[in-house]
């Protein structure tokens, strides 16, 4: 047996199609998912602070280090030395100030907003790519 899975071909979420043509393709999990090895870590997730966004307690994130994080992301973040998933948000510029205001919002509503406040440090760790989980 080998220890690539395969691609059975494609499954319609209609109708099914009787004409579906099988292949056997190998599998790779690291080609399909990701881009920059040397960049990309894999997190498990704790809580369920993320479920409106498909990510559940016990998930695997997949976390590119290496992008650019911007406003509406999901990203891994460190707030004052504590890991956190989150949509990362922010304002406007302030006129002449150059800051924004910036904050990390769950996709649950029992969780809160958590809003950066000054002095309060926010460490950008990475953006999540894709997130893995059994039913």
């Not at 894999?42 to 650019?68: A, H, N, P, W």
């Not at 992301?73 to 002449?96: N, Q």
Request: one cysteine or more; aromatic letters at 8%; a positive charge.
């Amino acid at each position: 047996m080998s220890k690539n899975a395969k691609v059975s071909g494609s499954v319609v979420a209609g109708f099914p199609s009787p004409a579906e043509q099988y292949q056997e393709t190998p599998l790779d999990l690291n080609e399909l998912l990701v881009k920059r090895p040397a960049a990309t870590f894999f997190v498990k997730v704790q809580g369920e602070s993320m479920v409106g966004e498909g990510i559940r307690d016990g998930d695997l994130l997949v976390v590119d280090r290496s992008l650019r994080p911007a406003s509406g992301d999901v990203i891994i973040a460190c707030v004052d030395g504590d890991f956190t998933v989150k949509t990362l948000r922010w304002g406007k510029r302030e006129e002449g100030r150059g800051k924004r205001e910036v904050w990390l919002e769950p996709a649950n509503p029992k969780f809160p907003v958590i809003k950066l406040k000054p002095g309060q440090e926010l460490d950008y760790f990475g953006k999540v790519t894709a997130c893995i989980h059994r039913f």
